[in-house]
């Protein structure tokens, strides 16, 4: 019988002794997923994220030189929005299963390839159509990046230094809609409207270089397609998005064209639902909705949709129209908002590390941001830039409190298995919510100018007892007609700030409302060993 070397047995005697690499890493300091470079590898995925979300609304004030250059008209030239959004809304709940059929790395690719094509085509349209089909191409790639992005982050991060991940992640998630609007107005300004699209291309091929070669993937898992249940849901999505869009131009509920959508996404988003409690292997894994802090999280999500969404969408035309601020001028005056947003975001971060309860921090930050929007209800017609500025980086501070806490809690609760899925389902909340918010907010205050010119114009007084005073006769030449003008126009302007007041008091309910939600939220437990595998990065 062969005799062991002693020289073998002293070395197999001092590697038992020797802990394995897992095992001298403490529990905490594990990531799901391993990689060579996670600062690196952060900076990929953090390009992509900020130019999906720059695209969402980069071209909103590029629209008016789009319709000269697509031969479309002030109606039609939405489109370029709403193609956009339906196409990314109707493809982020496939995202869960096509990373586990083909692998969330080469989905991740895929779709920055997908993305970075989809610009170059929609920068070189001729015509409405063309960039319309485009921008569907664009929507659907845009789709996979946000809830891929969301899950690398957790996934390449030890549970320690998660809070830090999301804040990183959140920055470009909440700063980016600021900034679009800034970035898009310099470039159609300085350039052409077309470079809001070629812009992505450099960002996009250094993103793909540093995943390409640093990213790692998930495991596959060969799982069957939901084909009804996605239908459906694809279909309640989208004609939902419709109705959004198409109901301050029918009138809403006075036309039935509006009534046939509703009732068509009503029926469809009930078969969803039907199908996803009875299938054998629904869409979405029902585990995900029993757990209440991602349901909570979803719930959440919606608000902050509305409330991210919404304001951007009213302040840079309030701005501009009532104050006489430019494009460019506007979208900065929008900037300490984000400013607001990343320092909160990093301070959320530190505490969490330093174990204070999410929960205090998620109500405390919706607290604030209700009181930046009372402060925005009185504002008045006379006004400097200084409240923009305050107000908006004191909502930013509240904004930024609520989403990193929100999002661990609401993933710390979930095996990493489900964390594609569940950032899908959040992240399509949080697109319902930011529709639903611009459709409610826009139809309102087109109805409260209404209102409330009808009601101050009971006040004014005869234009001919105006035109025949001294001082009025000056300015007129004792004209009617300059008269009824004057006073037309302080009317509309007055009409359109109450309408604006209005919006701002709606939405500071809302946030108020969402506050006893924090209530259902549970603190994630210490995680255990066996929480969360180890996986070798996929080079």
């Given at each position: 019988?062969?005799?062991?070397?002693?020289?073998?047995?002293?070395?197999?005697?001092?590697?038992?002794?020797?802990?394995?690499?897992?095992?001298?890493?403490?529990?905490?300091?594990r990531?799901?997923?391993?990689?060579?470079?996670?600062?690196?590898?952060?900076?990929?995925?953090?390009?992509?994220t900020?130019?999906?979300i720059?695209?969402?609304?980069?071209?909103?004030?590029?629209?008016?030189?789009?319709?000269?250059?697509?031969?479309?008209?002030?109606?039609?030239?939405?489109?370029?929005?709403?193609?956009?959004?339906?196409?990314?809304?109707?493809?982020?709940?496939?995202t869960?299963?096509?990373?586990?059929?083909?692998?969330?790395?080469?989905?991740?690719?895929?779709?920055?390839?997908?993305?970075?094509i989809?610009?170059?085509?929609c920068?070189?349209?001729?015509?409405?159509?063309?960039m319309?089909v485009?921008?569907?191409?664009?929507g659907?790639?845009?789709?996979?990046?946000?809830?891929?992005?969301?899950t690398?982050?957790?996934?390449?991060n030890?549970?320690?230094?998660?809070?830090?991940?999301?804040?990183?992640?959140?920055?470009?998630?909440?700063?980016?809609?600021?900034?679009?609007?800034?970035?898009g107005?310099w470039?159609?300004?300085?350039?052409?409207?077309?470079?809001?699209?070629?812009?992505?291309?450099?960002?996009?091929?250094?993103c793909?270089?540093?995943?390409?070669?640093l990213?790692?993937?998930?495991?596959?898992?060969r799982?069957?397609?939901?084909?009804?249940?996605?239908?459906?849901?694809?279909?309640?999505?989208?004609?939902?998005?419709?109705m959004l869009?198409?109901?301050?131009?029918?009138d809403?509920?006075?036309?039935?064209?509006?009534?046939?959508?509703?009732?068509?996404?009503?029926?469809?988003?009930?078969l969803?639902?039907?199908?996803l409690?009875?299938?054998?292997n629904?869409?979405?894994?029902?585990?995900?909705?029993?757990?209440r802090?991602?349901?909570?999280?979803?719930?959440?999500?919606?608000?902050?949709?509305?409330?991210?969404?919404?304001?951007?969408?009213?302040?840079?035309p309030?701005?501009?129209?009532?104050?006489?601020?430019?494009?460019l001028?506007?979208?900065?005056l929008?900037m300490?908002?984000?400013?607001?947003?990343?320092?909160?975001?990093?301070?959320?971060?530190?505490?969490?590390?330093?174990?204070?309860?999410?929960?205090?921090?998620?109500g405390?930050?919706?607290?604030?941001?209700?009181?930046?929007?009372?402060?925005?209800t009185?504002?008045?017609?006379?006004?400097?830039?200084?409240?923009?500025?305050?107000?908006g980086?004191?909502?930013?501070?509240?904004?930024?409190?609520?989403?990193?806490?929100?999002?661990?809690?609401?993933?710390?609760?979930?095996?990493?298995?489900?964390?594609?899925?569940a950032?899908?389902?959040m992240?399509?909340?949080?697109?319902i919510?930011?529709?639903?918010?611009?459709?409610?907010?826009?139809?309102l205050?087109?109805?409260?100018i209404?209102?409330s010119?009808?009601?101050?114009?009971?006040?004014?007084?005869?234009?001919?007892?105006v035109a025949?005073?001294?001082?009025?006769?000056?300015?007129?030449?004792?004209?009617?007609d300059?008269?009824?003008?004057?006073?037309?126009?302080?009317?509309?302007?007055?009409?359109?700030?109450?309408?604006y007041?209005?919006?701002?008091?709606?939405?500071?309910?809302?946030?108020l409302?969402?506050?006893?939600?924090?209530?259902?939220?549970?603190?994630?437990?210490?995680?255990?060993?066996?929480?969360?595998?180890?996986?070798v990065?996929?080079?």
């Amino acid at each position: 019988m062969a005799t062991a070397n002693p020289s073998d047995r002293e070395e197999a005697d001092r590697l038992a002794r020797t802990p394995s690499t897992e095992e001298a890493v403490p529990f905490e300091e594990r990531a799901a997923l391993s990689t060579r470079n996670r600062p690196l590898l952060t900076i990929g995925v953090m390009a992509a994220t900020i130019m999906q979300i720059l695209d969402s609304t980069i071209v909103n004030v590029a629209l008016r030189d789009m319709t000269a250059s697509l031969g479309a008209t002030a109606d039609t030239i939405t489109w370029v929005l709403t193609s956009y959004i339906v196409a990314s809304a109707v493809a982020i709940p496939l995202t869960g299963w096509l990373a586990d059929r083909i692998g969330s790395r080469n989905l991740f690719l895929g779709a920055v390839v997908g993305f970075v094509i989809a610009s170059m085509l929609c920068g070189l349209a001729t015509n409405l159509p063309e960039m319309v089909v485009f921008r569907i191409l664009q929507g659907i790639a845009a789709a996979f990046m946000n809830p891929l992005s969301q899950t690398v982050m957790m996934d390449i991060n030890p549970r320690s230094k998660q809070a830090a991940a999301m804040s990183i992640w959140g920055m470009g998630i909440m700063v980016g809609p600021i900034l679009g609007p800034v970035i898009g107005g310099w470039l159609t300004d300085n350039y052409d409207w077309r470079w809001c699209f070629y812009v992505n291309v450099p960002i996009g091929a250094v993103c793909f270089a540093i995943l390409w070669t640093l990213l790692p993937s998930r495991k596959i898992t060969r799982r069957g397609f939901d084909l009804f249940g996605f239908a459906t849901l694809a279909v309640a999505i989208s004609v939902f998005q419709l109705m959004l869009d198409r109901g301050q131009t029918q009138d809403w509920f006075s036309s039935w064209e509006v009534w046939t959508e509703g009732m068509v996404a009503l029926g469809a988003g009930w078969l969803f639902l039907v199908q996803l409690l009875t299938a054998k292997n629904p869409m979405f894994d029902r585990a995900l909705f029993l757990n209440r802090n991602l349901l909570t999280g979803i719930g959440f999500m919606l608000v902050i949709g509305v409330l991210m969404t919404a304001t951007i969408a009213l302040l840079p035309p309030m701005l501009q129209t009532l104050y006489g601020y430019p494009v460019l001028d506007a979208g900065i005056l929008l900037m300490p908002r984000g400013i607001g947003i990343v320092g909160s975001m990093f301070v959320a971060g530190q505490l969490m590390k330093r174990q204070v309860d999410p929960r205090f921090l998620v109500g405390g930050g919706l607290l604030i941001a209700a009181w930046s929007l009372y402060d925005m209800t009185g504002w008045t017609i006379e006004m400097d830039a200084r409240p923009f500025v305050v107000t908006g980086f004191i909502q930013g501070i509240g904004l930024g409190l609520v989403f990193i806490p929100l999002n661990i809690m609401a993933f710390g609760t979930l095996s990493p298995h489900y964390r594609t899925e569940a950032s899908s389902l959040m992240n399509l909340s949080r697109n319902i919510g930011g529709s639903v918010g611009i459709s409610v907010v826009t139809a309102l205050l087109a109805r409260n100018i209404q209102t409330s010119h009808a009601e101050l114009a009971q006040h004014i007084p005869d234009p001919g007892l105006v035109a025949n005073d001294p001082v009025a006769s000056s300015i007129t030449g004792g004209s009617t007609d300059a008269v009824l003008a004057i006073a037309d126009a302080m009317v509309n302007a007055q009409a359109a700030m109450i309408a604006y007041l209005d919006d701002f008091k709606l939405m500071m309910i809302l946030t108020l409302c969402a506050v006893p939600l924090v209530l259902l939220l549970q603190r994630p437990a210490p995680p255990k060993p066996g929480d969360e595998p180890i996986h070798v990065a996929v080079d």
